[in-house]
C-alpha cells in the first residue's frame, strides 16, 4: 500500500494535469516551447532543470510536444471564438452551448 502522501500527491498531480488540458484548449493562444520557457525564466527565477520538469508536465498534460510555435488550428479558433461569444451574452457554460440548438457532436466539441 502506498503511503497516504503518495496518494494524495497523485491525485493532485492529476487534478492538475486535467485543469491545465482544459484551459490549454479553451485558450486561443499558440503552444509553448521549452526556449519561450527557459527564455522567460532562466533569468534567475528557475534552474533549467525545474524549467525542463515544469515543460515536461505540460507537454504531457496538454498532449502536444513543438520544438517551433506554430498558430493553432482554426477549428480551435472557432471553438474559442464561440465560446467566448456566448460567454459575452451571458449564455454560461456548458448550458449556453446547448441552448443554441445546435448536433450534439458539436456541443461536445464546444464543451472541450
Given amino acids: 500500500m502506498e503511503p497516504p502522501g503518495r496518494q494524495r500527491r497523485l491525485r493532485n498531480l492529476s487534478a492538475a494535469s486535467a485543469t491545465l488540458r482544459l484551459v490549454w484548449h479553451s485558450d486561443p493562444d499558440i503552444f509553448l516551447t521549452l526556449g519561450e520557457l527557459t527564455e522567460t525564466y532562466e533569468a534567475g527565477w ?3 532543470e525545474v524549467i525542463t520538469d515544469i515543460y515536461s508536465f505540460y507537454c504531457q498534460a ?3 510536444v513543438a520544438s517551433t ?3 493553432r488550428s482554426l477549428q480551435h479558433y472557432c471553438r474559442t471564438t464561440i465560446r467566448r461569444i456566448l460567454y459575452e451574452n451571458n449564455q454560461w ?3 449556453g452551448i ?5 448536433p450534439l ?3 461536445s466539441y464546444l464543451n472541450l
Fill in 93 to 95: 457554460l456548458p448550458e
Fill in 69 to 71: 510555435v506554430e498558430p
Fill in 105 to 107: 457532436k458539436l456541443q
Fill in 98 to 102: 446547448g441552448s443554441i440548438g445546435i
Fill in 62 to 64: 496538454v498532449g502536444k
Fill in 46 to 48: 528557475l534552474s533549467p
